[in-house]
């Protein structure tokens, strides 16, 4: 392969993978506490706080999921950016506590496959005894909006406002923004609830969980892309990789870096930060480059593996310019007082694309008519704000919703 060419994949493979980096900061938000170097006082205090979240039996929460991608080559629109915001409050019972934390404690594709095989009331347990009352609003700039009119046919909203109630294994939503999207919308209106508890309970009846654990191993996963074993362990690896966030602590440093006034309680903030050189350059990450290779998550014109080790190597003896404007960053503030609890969780994937992409031009891989003329970047953040914890909270079902039975909801059993 010619020097050009080995660039232009480098640089191809870069802004594809940047995708899977920036789900690193999700991964990490579901972590076991991470301590790295910090003193036993630190780390307990963390834990500690990690620990008493999986008994809170109610709360508040504030979030907002926020994805922004400005000025990237090959995108139909020039600026996209979309936010989530979710506010609501939230109810356990000691059974949904229970299956919470046994749904924890499965944290690789074979402990989860297990437990839906073997116990699957577990997740009846949880959705019959979790409530909620919450609302989530999903806002898009007109970029956004005009590209899935155009794609949709019709005319979509800016805003989209959904309340949502979990209460007693019924999950009601108050379809008034969703209707006029839907197909056959104009007859729906208000709430409308639909027996997800009873679902679950006629799923594991049918074997539905069963089936889906099966689908699990890597026997399924061959068969599933063609027989092709190699295939099957390179989904499954990375997989594995994405999620379970101990594989990337070693690219990993924490400190306890502010203590600050919230709400009247001293909330101690430790930042975690990410190497992304260091992973870059680890046998780590060339591995699970051939893996999103070998699913064919490249493309059909995918590099061969003696391409990407080249590329892979390039990439690493031009990794400080090529990853410079990087941020990949979390942190989280808990409570110092007893019983300490995680109040606020915030991370940020932010990249400056700009003089990457001018590096990339000079060297062919992007042609100057695909240039943008302003700035380039992507960036996904994520904040998570807790209150009121075991505080009482008021979640009742709406008194005039029309109920959706579990049986208009399942499929008929395949008859032998």
């Not at 008994?55 to 995108?75: K, R, W």
């Not at 994520?382 to 049986?407: C, H, R």
Request: proline share 4%.
């Amino acid at each position: 392969m010619n020097s050009r060419g080995i660039r232009s994949r480098g640089f191809s493979l870069l802004l594809v993978l940047v995708l899977l980096l920036a789900t690193f900061s999700t991964a990490l938000a579901q972590a076991k506490p991470f301590c790295g170097d910090m003193d036993k006082a630190d780390c307990a205090l963390l834990t500690s706080a990690a620990e008493n979240m999986k008994e809170v039996s109610s709360y508040q929460a504030d979030a907002e999921y926020s994805a922004q991608l400005v000025g990237i080559p090959g995108l139909p629109i020039s600026d996209a950016s979309v936010t989530v915001t979710v506010s609501g409050a939230f109810t356990y019972d000691d059974a949904a506590i229970a299956a919470a934390q046994a749904m924890d404690m499965a944290t690789g594709q074979e402990e989860i496959a297990t437990l839906m095989a073997e116990s699957p009331e577990v997740f009846v347990d949880f959705y019959n005894g979790w409530a909620f009352d919450m609302t989530i609003l999903v806002e898009a700039n007109e970029e956004v909006v005009a590209a899935l009119s155009a794609d949709a046919g019709m005319e979509l909203p800016a805003e989209l406002n959904i309340p949502l109630i979990l209460k007693d294994g019924i999950l009601y939503v108050d379809v008034t923004d969703l209707a006029p999207l839907m197909q056959g919308g104009e007859n729906m209106q208000g709430w409308i609830g639909f027996e997800l508890g009873r679902l679950m309970e006629a799923s594991i009846e049918q074997g539905a969980f069963e089936q889906a654990a099966a689908a699990m191993d890597p026997e399924s996963m061959a068969m599933m892309s063609g027989g092709d074993g190699a295939t099957a362990a390179a989904l499954m690896g990375m997989q594995a990789a994405l999620s379970d966030p101990k594989a990337l602590e070693k690219f990993m440093s924490i400190q306890r870096v502010d203590d600050r006034e919230v709400d009247g309680a001293t909330l101690a903030i430790f930042e975690t930060d990410f190497d992304v050189l260091a992973f870059i350059s680890s046998p780590d990450f060339v591995e699970m480059v051939k893996g999103m290779a070998a699913s064919g998550a490249l493309g059909e014109d995918v590099p061969s593996a003696a391409d990407l080790d080249e590329a892979m190597q390039m990439m690493g003896l031009m990794g400080p310019m090529l990853f410079q404007g990087l941020t990949a960053r979390s942190a989280i503030g808990v409570s110092i007082d007893e019983p300490t609890y995680v109040h606020e969780y915030t991370s940020l994937f932010s990249w400056d694309l700009s003089g990457l992409l001018q590096m990339a031009a000079m060297s062919g891989a992007i042609p100057a008519n695909e240039m943008p003329s302003g700035k380039s970047l992507i960036e996904f953040s994520t904040s998570v704000m807790n209150s009121d914890f075991a505080g009482e909270q008021s979640i009742e079902a709406p008194a005039d919703a029309q109920i959706v039975p579990a049986e208009a909801m399942m499929q008929p059993a395949e008859s032998n």
